[in-house]
């Protein structure tokens, strides 16, 4: 059994693609008989798209009678159902025709949605709206694979030879099943904070390699650019203290008629409203008059001298106690000096009289 296995491997790889397409081609008339059961699929779409798909629904009519599909516009419910028919002669279509509607409600225009149809063309519907919390961040990196004036889109769906749609918080692909692999993994990794450009280029570099035969059964990796990761450090938000919450909401201000029942004007007289008015204005106009003189007044007073009084006591304090301290010194010097004089006879020191007198008569 493994002989043949191998031998019918080897016999496929020289059979040319044209031939195997061919093969696997399947045409009307080749299902026997009618489907057993009837299959169905429905999606909504939202209501901008309702005035585009009045237009465009019967040349989908149309372009789906040609495999046997019948297909349903409902306005009311804002859905578009698609169904298999006694008619029906490819089973596959049907999932196909489901991919159909699914694309048109995300904003393919119909001459590009009908391509799906075809057996070579995929199509996948990729969600990016809850792989970000933020929403700035959101639209910042949704805006970053759509490139300046949809540069890099464009340079993303020639090399992947893909058809890509970005709305809302979708991105719709259409193209060779290989291709899509690599349009997901473009579009998460850039809502993942990875730029479309790193991967654009590892693309180029894929396409030049694939060119040359002899690299067909060896490893790309020593080819391929490995980008490090960089961690830009940024600035901390600073976080505001937060505010207490009050249990109960504030007052409300009151307004101009609940003011006039508290002060009982609300039910005065017109005339008596009026003379109260007049002599309100007057009180005011008294009272911002005696205000302004007394600013006016305010110039032509004297401005106050700083009083250097505080400075004089604390200097008149510190001589005190200078003074005090050198008194207490002297006064301790003398009481040392007193007491080792020794005890001498007064008589030295008093001057005698009869001496006195000698001393005159010489």
Request: hydrophobic share 35%; net charge positive; with cysteine.
């Amino acid at each position: 059994g493994t002989v043949k296995e191998k031998v019918n491997a080897v016999d496929l790889a020289e059979i040319p693609e044209e031939d195997i397409k061919k093969a696997l081609q399947f045409a009307e008339g080749d299902m026997p008989g009618p489907l057993l059961e009837e299959s169905s699929f429905a999606t909504l779409f939202p209501k901008y798209r309702e005035s585009y798909l009045r237009e465009i629904w019967p040349l989908m009519n149309r372009s789906l009678e040609k495999h046997g599909i019948a297909c349903q516009l409902d306005l009311v419910e804002g859905s578009m159902t698609v169904r298999t028919t006694r008619k029906t002669w490819d089973p596959y279509v049907i999932l196909k025709a489901r991919d159909l509607i699914k694309l048109l409600a995300r904003s393919v225009p119909f001459p590009q949605a009908v391509k799906i149809l075809d057996d070579e063309v995929s199509c996948e519907v990729i969600k990016i709206g809850n792989i970000v919390s933020s929403k700035e961040r959101f639209v910042k990196r949704r805006q970053r694979l759509l490139g300046p004036n949809g540069n890099t889109l464009k340079a993303i769906e020639l090399l992947t030879e893909c058809y890509i749609m970005i709305q809302g918080s979708t991105v719709s692909a259409m193209g060779p099943y290989g291709s899509l692999k690599d349009v997901r993994r473009i579009v998460e990794d850039c809502m993942n904070n990875v730029h479309p450009i790193y991967h654009i280029k590892e693309l180029m570099i894929r396409k030049e390699l694939a060119k040359d035969p002899k690299l067909a059964n060896e490893s790309w990796d020593r080819f391929l650019p490995r980008f490090k990761k960089r961690n830009v450090k940024q600035k901390k938000p600073k976080i505001g203290k937060k505010r207490k919450r009050e249990l109960f909401p504030p007052e409300p201000m009151p307004s101009k008629v609940d003011l006039q029942l508290q002060s009982g004007e609300y039910f005065l007289k017109p005339d008596e409203k009026r003379a109260r008015e007049e002599e309100r204005k007057r009180k005011n106009e008294a009272e911002h008059r005696v205000k302004k003189q007394a600013e006016r007044e305010q110039a032509f007073v004297a401005p106050k001298e700083k009083s250097g009084s505080a400075k004089k006591s604390k200097t008149e304090k510190e001589d005190k106690d200078r003074m005090e301290a050198l008194k207490s010194k002297f006064k301790a010097q003398a009481q040392v000096r007193e007491s080792k004089r020794p005890a001498d006879d007064v008589s030295a020191y008093v001057v005698d009289a009869s001496r006195s007198k000698k001393t005159k008569s010489a």
